[in-house]
């Protein structure tokens, strides 16, 4: 995992923590889930080699 999806995935996470803390509505949580999971899963791509 090279270092801007580390950060990507670092911030995209914190966010998500504080949206959920101050109860922001389910679409906005929603999709910035869906956000970090795109990061996740870009991340799972490059330790694996197997990047588009």
Known sequence: ???K???LIFK???KLEKMIEQN???EKI???SQKLDR???EA???KSG???
Do not use: H
Request: net charge positive.
């Open 24 to 26: 922001v509505s389910y």
């Open 30 to 32: 929603l999709r910035q």
């Open 39 to 41: 990061y996740l899963i």
């Open 5 to 7: 999806t580390f950060l």
């Open 12 to 14: 995209n996470k914190a």
């Open 50 to 52: 197997t990047e588009d």
């Open 44 to 46: 799972i791509k490059q």
């Open 1 to 3: 995992m090279n270092s």
